[in-house]
């Protein structure tokens, strides 16, 4: 069975710090991965897409990249609108599986 | 402006069943698959399944296939999620979401399904 590792399950970081999230992917998926963010209450919104394509709007402090089936969310300077939880997502085929979360609190 | 606009909450008992929508404007309807999404109560996003409403190809996660029946009216542009006999661990909010080749673009505001005696 296809399996969505994404790591890790939450982290604590100050503003300014660079933060990374990662996902594997079980098998391949070609660049049909992406990340979306929910804060507290609200509705997921689409950051990534591609593994690196930024969404419109988003922020360039975001980034993706990919290495084979290693997925990796960047956030280069955190800022405080950016306390939420992420998840990753593949698209390939169905299932389009997400990952677990990660949650990304303030220190 | 694309938009989603999913139906209001709903409180049901064990056993009822029932249908929610999502209408989507704004975009063509018929040439962009809607997936939907559950999240229970202070879990993650799962993805259940979607639809391709131009012909009505559906595709379900393997968790959720014969549980629930994702089905769309190209007609009123509106795709629905229904249970025809539910749980309590069905309580959720239940999200529809625009689905394509850049992942789940946009998304309805969420309808949230309370299942309780």
């Known amino acids: 069975d296809f399996q969505m590792t994404q790591s890790p399950s939450s982290l604590s970081a100050s503003v300014g710090d660079r933060v990374t999230i990662t996902c594997r992917a079980s098998?391949?998926?070609?660049?049909?991965l992406a990340w979306y963010q929910q804060k507290p209450g609200k509705v997921p919104k689409l950051l990534i897409y591609?593994?690196?394509t930024l969404q419109s709007g988003v922020p360039s402090r975001f980034s993706g990249s990919q290495s084979g089936t290693d997925f990796t969310l960047t956030i280069s300077s955190l800022q405080p609108e950016d306390v939420a939880t992420y998840y990753c997502q593949k698209y390939n085929s169905a299932p389009h599986t997400f990952g677990r979360g990660t949650k990304l609190e303030l220190k | 402006e694309v938009q989603l606009v999913q139906s209001g909450a709903e409180v049901k008992e064990p056993g009822d069943s029932l249908k929610i929508s999502c209408k989507g404007s704004?975009?063509?309807?018929?040439?962009?698959?809607i997936g939907w999404v559950r999240q229970m109560p202070g879990k993650g996003l799962e993805w259940m399944g979607i639809i391709y409403p131009g012909d009505s190809d559906t595709k379900y996660s393997p968790s959720f296939q014969g549980q629930v029946t994702i089905s769309a009216d190209k007609s009123i542009s509106t795709a629905y999620l229904r249970w025809s006999s539910l749980k309590a661990s069905d309580t959720a909010m239940y999200y529809c979401?625009?689905?394509?080749?850049?992942?789940?673009?946009?998304w309805g505001q969420g309808t949230l399904v309370t299942v309780s005696s």
């Open positions: 098998q391949g998926i070609s660049n049909y």
């Open positions: 704004g975009y063509t309807f018929t040439n962009n698959w």
């Open positions: 979401a625009r689905s394509n080749l850049w992942g789940l673009d946009y």
């Open positions: 591609g593994a690196s």
